[in-house]
């Protein structure tokens, strides 16, 4: 089945304790990209990567981290949450940007206390 | 001004009634746009993509796009309890970005 898949599905960590959610997709896609979704600010775009290697920031990339060594992996990397990264994570991938449809993971549930 | 604009809602239809979604964006550039549906506590799901002025029509949906009033809408024919959800418009601007609004909520009553 073809699908996105992410880990863990909730997480409660505290503050400064390093962590990381895993995204990995089976499409063989080239593009993925991780969103932060919050009441009232809607699915803001945290990083994005169009190839193996290649990554940019989106609009909110501040306290986090990410690396494309493998076409399926898009690991995101938070090194030192804060209470304010408390959000709905999405991972997404797509067969290539302008203009592909994205297809997104399940969601990843953190809280940071 | 956000790239793309949604009411928030809630637009409550009764079960059978037509639901109309609209939403607009702010880059004349933009080329291509999609709809996508979300239940509380899920992921966005794909509904419709349009890139045409026009009407795009799947099943009970209808996407239509008016790019000289930047403006993007969703029909939803014969609305039905389990399509209460939030509507979310993306829009892909001249970047690599999928650019989200706010979605709307979508409330049908039986």
């Known amino acids: 089945e073809a699908q996105v898949t992410q880990n863990p599905r909730y997480l409660i960590t505290v503050t400064g304790k390093k962590l990381t959610v895993t995204c990995s997709q089976n499409?063989?896609?080239?593009?993925m990209s991780w969103y932060r979704q919050d009441p009232g600010l809607g699915l803001r775009q945290i990083y994005y990567s169009m190839n193996v290697e290649v990554t940019d920031k989106g609009d909110v990339p501040e306290g986090y981290k990410v690396s494309r060594k493998e076409k399926r992996n898009f690991p995101l990397i938070l090194e030192s949450p804060s209470p304010n990264q408390t959000s709905l994570y999405f991972c997404?991938?797509?067969?290539?940007?302008?203009?592909?449809?994205?297809?997104f993971g399940p969601g990843t549930r953190l809280t940071v206390t | 001004q956000k790239e793309v604009e949604q009411n928030s809602g809630p637009l409550s239809v009764p079960e059978g009634a037509i639901a109309s979604l609209n939403c607009t964006y702010s880059d004349r550039g933009s080329q291509s746009f999609f709809w996508y549906r979300q239940y509380s506590g899920k992921s966005p799901e794909l509904i419709m993509f349009i890139y045409s002025n026009g009407d795009k029509e799947d099943g009970r949906f209808t996407a239509q796009l008016n790019k000289a009033s930047q403006y993007v809408s969703l029909l939803i024919r014969d609305s039905q309890p389990s399509d209460s959800a939030t509507y979310l418009c993306?829009?892909?601007?001249?970047?690599?970005?999928?650019?989200f609004g706010t979605g709307t909520r979508l409330q049908v009553f039986p």
């Open positions: 997404a991938s797509s067969p290539g940007t302008g203009g592909y449809e994205q297809y």
């Open positions: 499409m063989n896609h080239e593009y």
């Open positions: 993306a829009a892909h601007l001249n970047t690599d970005k999928l650019i």
